[in-house]
């Protein structure tokens, strides 16, 4: 293994309490050759006086008057990345200490990859490992590409599977993806990844490398990225549906008829028009339910149904009339996962309590067949008799 310079860049905001755990895990990785980039954006907190403790010579320390939040700060440290390597940690992560040395390792030792991830642990604020209370999340994050076309179908179908702070990539594919995309706060990795993804393959060692904090105890919803809160559950929806919008733009046609042909309504598709309208009944695929159909699909069938020789083949080769596209815009397209969450609860609340009533109903049938009910009888009809002779 070489000695190449690695980039470190790491955003930070408001996070005293856990900043310091980071920093010792990065400055004791085995691999010692770093340049490790420390971007403060704006903390209000201690922070900084937390990073300055540190005296280790490859620390560079960049304050930022005021918060701009996570992508614009990342850009700004991505131009001062020097290394032929670069990895990304949040302020409230932790690295094992071989984590980079065995990235490096894989990286070199297959000269066709240019990025590659790691399986994680989650841990909580006190760093204590919920592995097993967030097992959907730990599952969703252990998974293993073989091929690019693996990874772009796992993102488009399921979303986001790789955590950031794992990421090491040679710093080549940086500056031919550019920067992140000002528009995405919730989801600005997940871009990120699907644009890599288009050009490159991407794999995940199947080991736990770092440990990634998430916040379920103590509030701080606005201090970690990836917390949930109905704000930021929106936002993350709104984000991945535009990211998936133009998910097959500037796609190769050959790597979408690999990666999606078995998704093709007519797996025998090849023109150049006939991939137009298989990116349209993708871009259709419902979701969360099927009476969901994402607007972006019914924009794209909607252009191509104003050109007369797409209307045809549509009809011909598809056996898809206009009159299947207004039974799709009849179902609802404008969702919201939060509302219809909400929406899936309530009824489900009003199915709980139908069937309460519904009990209740029996225990009152019940009680009124029974023989203690039948022996009062007189004294109830004697007592109605009084109250209504009192009234009177």
């Known amino acids: 293994m070489g000695n190449e310079l690695v980039s470190v860049l790491m955003v930070n905001y408001n996070h005293e309490d856990t900043i310091g755990e980071t920093i010792e895990s990065v ?9 490790f ?22 620390i560079e320390l960049y304050e930022q008057g005021k918060n701009q939040h996570i992508c614009y700060a990342t850009n700004y440290g991505f131009k001062k990345v020097k290394g032929e390597f670069l990895a990304r940690i949040d302020s409230d992560d932790v690295w094992y200490p071989e984590k980079l040395e065995k990235q490096i390792e894989f990286l070199e030792s297959n000269p066709d990859r240019k990025i590659c991830f790691s399986w994680i642990d989650l841990i909580d604020e006190r760093g204590r490992n919920i592995n097993e209370e967030c097992r959907e999340l730990q599952a969703l994050f252990e998974t293993k590409f073989t091929e690019q076309k693996d990874c772009l179908h796992t993102f488009y179908f399921i979303g986001n599977c790789l955590s950031h702070p794992s990421v090491l990539m040679r710093t080549q594919v940086m500056h031919e993806i550019g920067d992140f995309d000002l528009g995405y706060m919730q989801s600005h990795d997940f871009d990120y990844w699907v644009r890599i993804a288009k050009k490159y393959p991407i794999y995940v060692i199947p080991e736990r490398l770092l440990a990634m904090r998430r916040f379920i105890g103590d509030g701080k919803e606005n201090t970690n990225n990836s917390n949930h809160s109905e704000t930021s559950n ?13 998910f097959f733009d500037d796609m190769d046609n050959q790597l979408f008829c690999e990666t999606f042909r078995e998704d093709f309504l007519c797996r025998d598709s090849q023109t150049e028009a006939e991939l137009e309208c298989e990116k349209a009944f ?12 994402p607007p972006a699909g019914i924009r794209r069938l909607h252009e191509l149904f104003r050109k007369p020789e797409m209307l045809r083949l549509l009809e011909e080769k598809y056996h898809f009339t206009i009159k299947d596209f207004y039974e799709m815009t009849g179902k609802f397209m404008y969702c919201n996962q939060v509302i219809y969450n909400q929406l899936s609860k309530k009824k489900k609340e009003v199915s709980e309590l139908r069937k309460e009533v519904e009990r209740q109903k029996g225990v009152i049938d019940e009680y009124k067949n029974s023989t203690s009910w ?3 009888a007189p004294l109830r009809r004697g007592g109605e008799m009084i109250r209504k002779h009192g009234n009177s």
Do not use: W
Not at 37 to 58: F, L, W
Not at 234 to 246: C, G, K, P, T
Not at 283 to 291: A, G, V
């Open 27 to 35: 400055l004791g990785q085995s691999y010692r050759n770093i340049q």
């Open 374 to 376: 039948k022996i009062t």
């Open 37 to 58: 980039i420390i971007v403060d954006d704006g903390s209000t907190d201690g922070s900084c006086d937390v990073i300055r403790k540190y005296s280790d010579e490859r």
């Open 234 to 246: 929106v936002r993350f929806f709104n984000e991945y549906m535009d990211i998936r919008a133009h």
């Open 282 to 293: 993708l871009l259709c695929h419902p979701i969360y339910s099927e009476t969901l159909i």
